[in-house]
Every structure is written in C-alpha cells, then in structure tokens.
C-alpha cells in the first residue's frame, strides 16, 4: 500500500473520533487504538519508499547490491531491519568519520521510528488496559483529553511533520554520504545490509 | 587413423548409439555417482562447514559474526535486568543535572514482536502542537553526552 493511504486511514479515524455521534454508535477505543496502528504504518512505508528510491536511483548502491545479490525489498519487509539500518549507518558514520551531523540524521530517523513504533505497540498489545496503574507512559484510549500530549504527537499535521523530515533528512543523508571521501559508502551500506540479512535469516531459522 | 576411430565413425553415421565405459553412465543418485571418499564423514563435514559457515565468509561476513550470533547478537539492544538498576540511575543522573529535565518515570520497554528492547523514559513536556520536536531536541543532547545510552532510550510525554 501507498503510505498516503495510510494517512487517509489515519485522518478518517482521527475524524470518526472526533464526532461524538459516530464514535458513541462505533467502538471508539477501537478506533482510537486503530488510529495509532495507522499513524506507525504511514510513517513505516514512507520512510521504507524514500529510503529505497533513494538508493534505487544511486548506480554504485545499486551495482554493489546487485553483486552481492542484495534484495533490498525482501530486507525492508520487517519493520526492525529499518530501524536497525539506520541505527548501524549512524554507529558507523560516528566511528569511521567522526561525522556527528550525518550520524545524527540517521539516528533522528530511527528515534522517530522507534518513538512512534512503541505507541503503536501500546495500541496494538494492549499493553496498558490491563494494568494501568503500572504503565506509566500510557494512552488513554478511552479519553484522549487525559493524556493530550501523546495525542498531539498522534495528530495528523504532527504525522505529516515527521514523514517530510524523515523525507528530507533520508534524502539528505545520502546525497552528503557520497561526497564523504573517508569511506566508501555503497561498500558501508552492503556490509549493514548484509549483516541485516545474515540476522534475518538466523532469526528466521529460530523461529522455524 | 586407428582401426577404432574408423569403427566409430561408421556407427555414429548409422545413428547407432555407441556404448560408453561404464565410469560415463550418470547415475540418478548425486551419492552414487560421488567417488566413495566423497561419503565419508570428514567430507560431510566440510560440506556442513561449506555451506554453513564458509558461505558466510564469501559474503564479506566475519567469524564473529558467525560465532557470535546469539540472541544478543540479534536485538539492537539488550539490557540485562541486574544491568537495568544501573542504566536507570545512570539515565536519571544525565536527565536531571544535564539536560535539567526530571523524568517522571523511566522503564524498560520490550517489544511483542521482535524482542527488541528499549527504554521508555517519560517526562513532562510544555504543550504544543507538535511534542516531539521537544523530545528530539532532548534526544540529541542526550547522544551528545552519551551516544550508546541515547541509542536505548525512547523519550514519551508524561501526562
């Protein structure tokens, strides 16, 4: 699915909540819960679509990938390989050139990644309904003016924030990366990757 | 031209097919046709080590890769729960005297689906209209103090 459907999903949620009639007829918790699965998702794919168009269109990513026989989509399937790409990119543009603000894109797009995956997860799991006087970081589904903060993180002008930094900080990012000399950048990208996909594969085998 | 090579012209002209030593038949079986010290068991080893380990080799992945890919290898951050006590002073210290922030609680954070673990540390933010521009700016103090602490730690409104 196209990210902006995820959007569109997102605002007529958000909407539904917002019309006390509709919501008393649906299940708002529901709605709610569902808003925020959304609102990861739309964040997920257009960083997943900016982050492989940016590197589709770079001929040396694209012919050390091929080489290594690299499927960048079957990679990116999974929500932590994303965030572990940009997690290993900035470890490593920290150590090998000591370039803090190239690190620091990377690491921004991950932090929001990750910021925004674990509300999903509160929403998804349920994780404080059942226990609400432990979790203290919680969502009130029921009630979004008890914890409006949160919700303001959640609303569709703060979703559209994040996904044109994300944009732009990915696009960023690469365009700087090829003009480092210290390092030779398809061969960085092929090493995370690959040791992505040994991981993937080890956990695949886990699991089966 | 040898008497044989004659012989053998004149059958493959007739089409008829010409038998061949009985080293040349291909056997369906792949083991039938390796020679017998292929079957022994140092062989089955290195084919294990071939195509278990060596392959990872020719795809530029080192041996302590190999060797270590436990379950610690595997999360992007794990932290140990006798770890926690210390990471949780550690975090309160850098919130408080540092970034001048008292955190309303700070949590570890395990994710349902892939086991990746994280610390939720949530503090009290001035309303806006868009929070997380404040919790980034927050983070990022926090990499430049600590860049290995930073990398566990997601920051969430506390309400």
Do not use: C
Not at chain 1, 52 to 74: F, G, P, W, Y
Not at chain 1, 138 to 160: A, E, G, R, V, Y
Not at chain 2, 62 to 67: A, L, P, S, T, V
Request: hydrophobic share 35%; aromatic share 8%.
């Amino acid at each position: 699915m196209h990210p902006q459907e995820f959007l569109n999903m997102a605002t007529y949620l958000d909407s539904l909540t917002k019309n006390p009639n509709q919501t008393k007829l649906l299940n708002p918790e529901i709605i709610r819960r569902t808003h925020v699965n959304r609102s990861y998702y739309f964040l997920y794919h257009t960083t997943r679509k900016a982050l492989l168009e940016v590197m589709t269109k770079d001929n040396q990513i694209e012919s050390e990938l091929t080489t290594a026989r690299i499927k960048l989509h079957e990679i990116f399937q999974h929500h932590w390989t994303l965030i572990k790409f940009y997690e290993d990119l900035a470890e490593i543009l920290k150590q090998e050139t000591q370039n803090t603000e190239l690190a620091d894109l990377a690491e921004d797009v991950s932090f929001a990644l990750k910021t925004y995956k674990i509300l999903r997860e509160l929403a998804d799991y349920h994780i404080d309904i059942h226990n609400p006087k432990k979790v203290k970081h919680k969502i009130d589904f029921l009630d979004p003016t008890k914890t409006p903060t949160t919700w303001n993180l959640l609303s569709i002008n703060s979703l559209q924030n994040r996904a044109n930094e994300i944009i732009t900080k990915t696009n960023k990012l690469f365009k700087d990366l090829s003009e480092i000399t210290l390092i030779w950048y398809p061969q960085i990208i092929r090493d995370i990757l690959e040791k992505i996909e040994f991981q993937l594969n080890t956990k695949r085998k886990r699991t089966s | 031209m040898s008497k044989d090579r004659v012989i053998h012209d004149i059958l493959a002209d007739q089409d008829i097919e010409i038998a061949k030593p009985r080293s040349q038949f291909q056997s369906p079986s792949r083991l039938a046709r390796s020679p017998v010290v292929e079957r022994s068991y140092p062989y089955i080893l290195f084919n294990f080590l071939k195509n278990d380990f060596v392959f990872s080799f020719n795809r530029n992945i080192g041996i302590k890769d190999i060797f270590l890919s436990t379950r610690k290898e595997l999360t992007r951050a794990e932290i140990k729960l006798q770890d926690f006590n210390k990471v949780k002073q550690k975090l309160q210290e850098v919130f408080e005297k540092e970034l001048n922030v008292k955190p309303e609680s700070i949590e570890p954070h395990t994710s349902p689906e892939d086991g990746e673990q994280e610390i939720i540390v949530t503090i009290k933010i001035e309303a806006t209209e868009d929070p997380f521009r404040e919790i980034l700016k927050l983070h990022k103090k926090l990499r430049e103090i600590d860049w290995e602490l930073a990398k566990k730690v997601v920051i969430l409104p506390a309400e």
